[in-house]
């Protein structure tokens, strides 16, 4: 799970306060450096969240907010659902993204992302 989400931080996809994707592409830099590794600084780039379809935003999102109520702190009645089914859902997207954000690495992925 926190892999996951850390993946998709790196290529650039957050989530706000009302569980929407957002862009996650800003580094905190620090006298012109910082120690944020994003997409672009080893060669892939960030993902663009107009060209993703609903059904890629609605997986992702609900796995970012569980992510977030799962393990940054404790919560009660979150409704977070972080279940079987929004792995399911995210876990190929995201290495479809990461695919498609590196596509020079592309012919190291597994078959079954595509």
Avoid at 26 to 35: E, I, N, S
């Amino acid at each position: 799970m926190v892999s996951g989400r850390i993946l998709l931080s790196f290529l650039g996809i957050g989530c706000d306060r009302s569980s929407a994707l957002k862009a996650d592409q800003k580094h905190d830099a620090k006298d012109d450096k910082t120690d944020d590794v994003k997409a672009p600084d080893v060669g892939g780039k960030f993902v663009e969240l107009g060209n993703l379809s609903q059904s890629d935003k609605a997986p992702l999102a609900d796995f970012i907010r569980g992510a977030h109520k799962a393990c940054a702190h404790f919560t009660i009645g979150s409704d977070h659902q972080l279940n079987l089914e929004t792995y399911a859902k995210a876990g190929p997207i995201i290495f479809r993204l990461m695919a498609e954000c590196f596509p020079n690495n592309a012919r190291s992925w597994p078959k079954w992302i595509s």
